[in-house]
């Protein structure tokens, strides 16, 4: 009778993606000549039970030849972007008869996949710039609150709307999903009036800035996420740092930068002639979510009521799930 299979001890897990990783495992000589396959069963963590593997001698998720270890394992499963999972191996002989001879399976190991990078944004920011309209004018930036929001400002906080941490509403894999913080503002308009629209959801107080105290030459602007939640509307999170800035270290290398005077989303036109100000335009079609970086003080601008209505249905993003199933705004690998 042939010997046992060992089994597998020692697992390794590395080049981890947010699709993707590279898994490795120590096995003595004499398995490592023999073995024909690998049976390699991946869970997400939250929906790992105690019976979670089938029998030891029927192929589990995925069956995979013989390789020279690590091996990489992607697209097998779909990965989501930032999710844990936990993941055990087998070795297996395949023998004459088409059934196979296995170890017993390995430790189990958990690890957590990662945002997405640089070519996966930008595959979403394609996406993105195919699905905004033409470009309309703005003049203010402008946050929608209630007044017990601005009270604590003011009494709390010296004046300064400070950043606080982005949630995780949108793409999965977006890299500032709770690890950037900024001041959310918002800069669409109505069609007719150009003027920033009159109802919100948000409060019935408003914040608004002129753009160019935000949108300048020094500020670096970023592209982030890319997202629906079930509805017609798409939005676009987009990133204002000042150039420099805790916020615009962070960005860079990590979303793509966008030139502010020719982007589909945002843009500020230089003047034509002197002593004229330049035009900012933001995109149709989309939603746009600005996110800037560094605290706001109240004196930059002014706070006034608004003169529609705010008890609308709340059309709040916060944690909001992205759907899944959009053509428009999903790519290849995560949601």
Not at 73 to 95: D, K, M, N
Not at 179 to 190: A, D, Q, W
Not at 268 to 289: K, N, Q, R, T
Request: charged share 20%; glycine share 6%.
């Amino acid at each position: 009778m042939e010997t046992p299979l060992c089994t597998p001890h020692d697992i390794q897990i590395c080049e981890v993606t947010c699709d993707s990783f590279r898994i490795g495992w120590d096995m003595t000589p004499e398995d490592t000549a023999r073995a024909t396959h690998f049976f390699i069963d991946l869970s997400r963590k939250e929906s790992r039970d105690p019976n979670r593997f089938k029998h030891r001698d029927v192929p589990t998720k995925l069956v995979a030849k013989a390789v020279p270890l690590p091996m990489a394992v992607r697209g097998h499963w779909f990965l989501s972007p930032r999710t844990e999972y936990c993941v055990a191996v087998q070795t297996a002989i395949r023998q004459a008869d088409g059934d196979y001879q296995v170890s017993e399976w390995s430790q189990v190991v958990e690890f957590c996949t990662g945002d997405y990078a640089m070519e996966h944004l930008q595959q979403l920011l394609d996406k993105a710039s195919g699905s905004t309209g033409r470009l309309l004018k703005f003049s203010v930036f402008y946050r929608n609150q209630h007044p017990d929001y601005f009270e604590n400002v003011r009494s709390e906080c010296g004046g300064l709307m400070r950043p606080s941490l982005k949630d995780n509403s949108g793409s999965h894999g977006s890299p500032i999903n709770g690890k950037l913080s900024g001041v959310f503002l918002s800069c669409n308009t109505e069609f007719d009036t150009g003027l920033p629209p009159k109802d919100s959801p948000y409060g019935s107080l408003r914040f608004q800035v002129p753009a160019g105290s935000l949108l300048d030459a020094n500020t670096s602007l970023y592209f982030a996420d890319f997202y629906c939640m079930y509805t017609a509307y798409h939005y676009v999170v987009l990133v204002l740092a000042p150039g420099g800035s805790d916020g615009d270290n962070f960005c860079r290398g990590r979303l793509p930068k966008l030139d502010l005077s020719s982007n589909p989303f945002l843009t500020c036109i230089a003047p034509e002639a002197p002593g004229e100000e330049p035009l900012f335009c933001h995109a149709s079609d989309v939603i746009l979510e600005v996110l800037y970086t560094e605290p706001l003080h109240l004196e930059t601008g002014t706070v006034e009521q608004i003169s529609g209505h705010h008890q609308l249905m709340s059309l709040t993003t916060a944690n909001a799930k992205k759907d899944p199933s959009c053509k428009v705004c999903n790519i290849s690998v995560g949601r």
